[in-house]
């Protein structure tokens, strides 16, 4: 779409829709993605340093 365009030209690494349910098995999936996204994002980048506690 037009918005992640948008967001990939100002710098967005990645994209990722929200889950469509509440329901607790969606919502750990998308934590879980989440997670990994940042981690790879992270690991690719200059700027910033990813701590884990």
Known sequence: ?????????????SSLVPPSSNKKEDIEKFKNILHHRITIASLK?????????
């Open 45 to 53: 980048s200059n700027r910033f340093t990813l701590e884990c506690k």
């Open 1 to 13: 779409s037009e918005m992640i365009n948008q967001a990939i030209d100002l710098g967005a690494v």
